[in-house]
C-alpha cells in the first residue's frame, strides 16, 4: 500500500472516533437534560439527514477539489458542531451540525481510495478502512462511555492548568473539551493526505443541474445488476447497525441492569466482532467472489434474535461477538463491489453520494422507526425479534434478486452461443 493510504487510515481513524464518543457524550447530555427515550435515536436520525438532503451536493464537491481538502473542510463542520453542544446548543441540534460535516466528509473518504489504489487492492483497503472504523466504533464508545464516568470524570475535572483558569466544570464539558482535541488530531492528519492528481470536475451552482446530474448517478447504479445488489446489501447493513446501537443500549439495561457507560462497552463489543469479520473478509474474500458473502447476512438476522436469550455478561458477550462478525465479513466485500462499480459508472465522489444517500436513507427510515417502537412502549425484546426478521427477510429478498439476475444474464449468454451457432 502507497504510504498515502496510511495517512487516510489515521484521519478516518480519529474523525470516527471523535463521531461515536460524541454520540455517548451527547446521549448522556439528553439524560441530563432529563429527555424522553426516545430522543436518543433522534440524535442519529438528525445526524444522517444531512447524507440524505444533501446528497446531489455532496458527491459533485467532493469531485470538484482534493479529496484531502474536502475531508479537512468538513473536519471544522464537525468541530463546530461539537462546540455548538459545549456552548450549550441543544445536543440534537449540535449533533445535526457533526451529521453536515461527517455527509461531506465520507464521499472524499472512500472515493479516494479508487483514486489513490487498484481495483484489485479495494476489498483488501475496505478491509483496512472498515476494520480500523470498526476499531474507531469501539475505542469511540468506550472512551465516550469512560469520560461520562463519575470517577473518571472527576479526576480530569481536578487537573488544573497551572495559571490558567478554565471554565470547565461538569462531565459533559470535559468530555466535549477532549472529543474537540481528537477531531483537531483528524485534522492534522487531513493536510498530509496526498493528491492523487485526478482530474477535478467545477463544482456547478445550478441546484437543478446537480440535482438531474444525481438522480442521473443513482438510476444508473440501481440499474447495474452488480450495482444493485451490491447497493441493497450495504444500504440494509448500514440501517441495520445504526439501529442496532441503540437497541443494545436499551437491551443492555433492560435485560442486564447496565446504566449508559456500561451499556456504551457493549457496543464496543459488537465493533470487535465487525472488526474480526471484516479482517477475515479482506484475507478470504476476492472481488470476483464478493456477491457469496449474501447468506451471511441472513443469519446475521436470525443470530440477532438470540439476543432474547442472554441474561448475562457470559452469553451476551460471545453473542454480539459473533452478530459483529456476521456483519463485517458479508459488507466489506459488498462494499468494494459497489465502489469499483460505481467507479466505472460514474466518479468516486458521485458514487459514494449515491452510496450514502441510500444508506442514510434507510439509517432514516430504521431508527425513526424504533423511536416510534420506543414512543409507543413496545418491550425492547419485541423489538429485537421484529428487527431479526426484518434483516433476515430483506437480505433473502437480496439473494433472490441476484439469482433471478444469474439467471438473465444466463440465459442470454446462452441465446448469443445459438444465435452465433
Same mark, same amino acid.
Given at each position: ?17 471523535? @463521531? ?12 441530563? $437534560? ?5 430522543? @436518543? !435515536? ?41 462546540? $455548538? ?21 465520507? !464521499? ?72 474537540? =482535541? ?74 442486564? =441492569? ?36 449474501? !447468506? $451471511? ?20 458477550? !460471545?453473542?454480539?461477538?459473533?452478530? =459483529? ?20 459508472? $460514474? ?69 448469443? @452461443?445459438?444465435?452465433?451457432?
Amino acid at each position: 500500500m502507497p504510504f498515502g493510504f496510511y495517512i487516510i487510515m489515521a484521519a478516518q481513524f480519529f474523525s470516527a472516533l471523535a @463521531d461515536n464518543a460524541l454520540l455517548i457524550a451527547a446521549i448522556f447530555a439528553l439524560h441530563e $437534560m432529563q429527555s424522553p427515550l426516545w430522543f @436518543d !435515536p433522534m440524535l442519529k436520525l438528525l445526524f444522517t439527514v444531512s447524507y440524505v438532503i444533501l446528497a446531489g451536493f455532496v458527491g459533485a464537491f467532493a469531485d470538484s477539489m482534493p479529496k484531502g481538502k474536502v475531508m479537512l473542510i468538513s473536519n471544522t463542520i464537525k468541530i463546530a458542531g461539537c462546540l $455548538m453542544i459545549f456552548l450549550g446548543a441543544h445536543p440534537l441540534l449540535g449533533y445535526a451540525v457533526v451529521g453536515l460535516g461527517a455527509a461531506t466528509y465520507s !464521499p472524499a473518504k472512500y472515493g479516494i481510495l479508487t483514486e489513490l489504489l487498484p481495483h484489485r487492492l479495494l476489498v483488501v483497503a475496505n478491509g483496512w478502512i472498515e476494520g480500523l472504523t470498526v476499531l474507531a466504533i469501539i475505542l469511540g464508545t468506550v472512551a465516550g462511555g469512560a469520560m461520562i464516568n463519575p470517577h473518571i470524570a472527576s479526576a480530569l475535572l481536578s487537573f488544573d492548568m497551572p495559571v490558567i483558569e478554565t471554565p470547565i466544570d461538569s462531565i459533559l464539558e470535559v468530555s466535549l473539551i477532549i472529543i474537540t =482535541g481528537i477531531y483537531l488530531l483528524a485534522a492534522l492528519f487531513n493536510l498530509y493526505i496526498p493528491d492523487t492528481k485526478v482530474d477535478h470536475v467545477p463544482l456547478s451552482l445550478k441546484p437543478a443541474h446537480l440535482f438531474h446530474e444525481f438522480n442521473h448517478c443513482l438510476k444508473l447504479l440501481w440499474r447495474d445488476k452488480l450495482g444493485q445488489i451490491s447497493l441493497a446489501t450495504t444500504t440494509l447493513f448500514w440501517g441495520a447497525g445504526a439501529t442496532l446501537q441503540f437497541i443494545v443500549i436499551r437491551w443492555a439495561a433492560d435485560a442486564l =441492569g447496565y446504566d449508559l457507560g456500561k451499556a456504551s462497552m457493549l457496543q464496543g463489543v459488537t465493533a470487535i466482532g465487525v472488526a474480526v469479520g471484516a479482517a477475515m473478509a479482506a484475507r478470504m474474500i476476492t472481488l470476483r467472489k464478493s456477491v457469496r458473502v449474501i !447468506p $451471511m447476512g441472513i443469519a446475521m438476522g436470525f443470530v440477532v434474535m438470540l439476543m432474547n436469550f442472554a441474561t448475562n455478561l457470559w452469553t451476551a458477550v !460471545p453473542l454480539l461477538i459473533l452478530i =459483529g462478525a456476521l456483519s463485517g465479513f458479508f459488507v466489506v466485500p459488498m462494499n468494494a463491489l459497489l465502489q469499483h462499480r460505481g467507479h466505472i459508472l $460514474m466518479g468516486a465522489g458521485h458514487s459514494i453520494a449515491v452510496q450514502n444517500f441510500n444508506e442514510n436513507l434507510a439509517i432514516l427510515v430504521m431508527t425513526g422507526l424504533y423511536a416510534v417502537l420506543i414512543w409507543a412502549d413496545c418491550s425492547i425484546y419485541t423489538v429485537i425479534v421484529s428487527f431479526g426478521l426484518f434483516v433476515a427477510g430483506a437480505m433473502y429478498l437480496v439473494k433472490r434478486r441476484f439469482e433471478a439476475n444469474q439467471r438473465i444474464r444466463d440465459d442470454a449468454s446462452h441465446l448469443d @452461443d445459438c444465435t452465433s451457432h
